[in-house]
């Protein structure tokens, strides 16, 4: 069965990037521009693991990731993170939210696709 995979971002323009890279790799993808719609996206599209931004409007990727992990259905569930945020203190909060991997950008395609097969 076909894996799917949910990447959020406000930015459209990383969103189609990040999806394109990892599409051509087998996945099926849904998106989502901030936390708050990407609880919308899962409520209706179950996903195998989730791709997010950190800094976007509404909720941004610790606040997600929070509500993913107070969640039963959603404690296990893969998160991988990518920002600009490079401090240890950003990467602690992160940890701590319940994020699994935590990515500074900017990030080669090769290498969000080895954490991807890693986690799935």
């Known amino acids: 069965m076909e894996k799917k995979i949910l990447v959020v971002d406000d930015c459209e323009t990383t969103r189609k990037l990040l999806s394109y890279i990892i ?6 993808i ?5 936390g708050i719609e990407a609880l919308e996206v899962m409520a209706a599209n179950p996903v195998d693991l989730v791709v997010t931004d950190l800094n976007m409007p509404q909720m ?4 997600l990731s ?3 992990r107070e969640q039963a259905e959603y404690r296990e569930l893969p998160i991988i993170m990518i920002t600009t945020e490079a401090g240890e203190s950003d990467r602690k ?11 500074c950008k900017p990030i080669s395609p090769q290498r969000l696709l080895y954490e ?3 986690l799935i």
Do not use: H, P, Q
Request: glycine share 16%; net charge positive; charged share 30%.
């Open 116 to 118: 991807i097969e890693k």
């Open 60 to 63: 941004n990727g610790f606040e």
């Open 66 to 68: 929070r509500s993913l």
């Open 30 to 34: 849904v998106g989502a521009s901030n």
């Open 93 to 103: 909060t992160g940890m701590e939210a319940g994020v699994t991997t935590y990515l």
């Open 23 to 28: 599409r051509d790799k087998g996945y099926k």
